[in-house]
């Protein structure tokens, strides 16, 4: 690396710790004046917070948003606000796609390509995708990362915890420690496109049975840490569907509940990014078919006791067997809970499990108004844990969680009316419910894709 290199990562580095540390500044003084206050929200603090960060390019926004599924770490209005977040920040232009190409896959990278726009269809966090075309004539979407997105990972999660701080200064009900690190970890891995090209071909073998789910092939030779080219699957966006057909909403549920169960269950692996970006609808015959699987980022593999206490919560729940209710919270890694506590956590419990809970066709909301579904059980949880805890969060449950809820609001916006009950005990079966076997696919699986 060269000394000019050099001197501009760090004077990118040192702008991006001063353009993060004065928004993150404003964002904790407002919020400490809302807590201090006794306020929900001052007048229009959430919504100057939201167009503040929005800005940002990069992580900072996956953080916020992260930051905003944990109970209890922002006040309600500020969590609204930042789930809103989206990356606006000004795409890469033609010559610096082409200086970047060039660093990835060497001087002569058009060659590489029968056609490569240059021109990006698409925005993520850690990056922007562009549509391209190979000799042997697939259409590939080339996800190609903004520069020194190292560096301003470590300034975004840096000045998290100030935010973590400014927390636990106000009675917390909630223990974020070991949340700080997961997002932290988690983060941190989506640098990596060659760890997403083994997520990739992870989902690839898991979903193979599965012909309402389509996972893009990896095109490894045309990939790098910092480049990932994948098959370009044609859909719609998921939304274009919510005045369907029940039918089709349903179909499509079902499909997403498959996409995401079938792999926790028989695998121990999540995707911890269920939001709608994520996901496009293939149609066949005219008619949506079923959903295309975009980004492999955010994918956590989980130990088979984790999964064994999902299974030994929704069996207590079921029968209102504490002990078993118990264990689960141990398994998950929970310590120390008190009786008063764990009465607390289970009404969030019954909250997430509820449509699981009752064997008939019903939608997730079950005639509650979508913008009060949760917020009456979030409420209390947090009043009574401030009360009795607080608890700390196991850094293993917090994608759980936020997969869990990314999922619902899915299932929300799609207004499905499904069985969930019978599609869970289907997911997982009785070969789900052994720990044995499901180390022993996990184990193959990763080895297969080398993520052993």
Not at 146 to 164: I, K
Not at 233 to 250: I, P, W, Y
Not at 390 to 402: A, K, N, S, Y
Request: hydrophobic share 45%.
């Amino acid at each position: 690396m060269t000394e000019d290199t050099e001197r501009n990562r760090f004077s990118a580095r040192a702008t991006r710790y001063a353009r993060v540390s004065t928004q993150m500044g404003g964002v904790a003084a407002r919020m400490a004046g809302a807590r201090l206050l006794g306020l929900q929200d001052m007048p229009g603090s959430a919504a100057a917070m939201r167009a503040a960060l929005g800005g940002l390019k990069g992580p900072l926004m996956k953080v916020a948003q992260l930051m905003a599924t944990i109970p209890d770490l922002l006040p309600p209005e500020f969590a609204e606000e930042l789930q809103k977040l989206q990356s606006d920040a000004p795409p890469m232009g033609a010559a610096f796609v082409k200086r970047r190409m060039m660093a990835e896959l060497g001087a002569d990278w058009r060659s590489k390509f029968a056609d490569f726009d240059l021109h990006p269809t698409a925005a993520a966090s850690l990056g922007q995708v562009h549509r391209a075309t190979t000799h042997d004539g697939e259409r590939l979407a080339c996800k190609l990362q903004y520069p020194d997105m190292a560096s301003a990972v470590e300034a975004d999660l840096s000045q998290l915890q100030m935010l973590f701080a400014l927390h636990r200064q106000f009675s917390p009900a909630i223990d974020t420690q070991e949340a700080q690190r997961e997002i932290g970890e988690r983060v941190r891995e989506e640098l990596d496109y060659q760890r997403e090209a083994k997520h990739a071909a992870l989902y690839a073998l898991m979903l193979k049975d599965a012909d309402n789910v389509r996972v893009p092939r990896v095109r490894g030779e045309l990939s790098t840490a910092r480049l990932l080219s994948l098959q370009w699957l044609d859909g719609r966006k998921l939304l274009d569907f919510k005045q369907a057909d029940q039918e089709v909403r349903n179909r499509l549920a079902v499909a997403m509940f498959r996409a995401w169960w079938h792999p926790f269950s028989q695998y121990g692996v999540i995707h911890g990014d269920p939001h709608l970006g994520n996901y496009t609808v293939f149609e066949e015959g005219g008619e949506a078919a079923g959903i295309n699987l975009l980004d492999y980022g955010c994918v956590r593999i989980f130990p088979s006791r984790f999964i064994q206490g999902v299974v030994e919560l929704y069996e207590g729940l079921l029968v209102n067997d504490e002990a078993r209710i118990v264990h689960a919270y141990e398994l998950w890694g929970f310590k120390g809970l008190k009786r008063d506590v764990i009465e607390v956590l289970n009404i969030w419990a019954r909250f997430i499990y509820g449509p699981l809970l009752e064997d008939r066709v019903r939608s997730v909301a079950d005639g509650i108004p979508p913008g009060q579904y949760g917020r009456k059980e979030m409420m209390a949880v947090v009043r009574e844990l401030k009360a009795k805890g607080p608890v700390r969060i196991p850094q293993e449950f917090v994608f759980m969680d936020r997969a869990a809820i990314g999922l619902g609001a899915v299932f929300l916006h799609l207004d499905a009316k499904l069985n969930f009950c019978q599609l869970f005990n289907e997911a997982f079966g009785e070969a789900g419910r052994s720990p044995e076997r499901i180390e022993a696919r996990q184990r193959a699986a990763l080895a297969q894709t080398g993520l052993s």
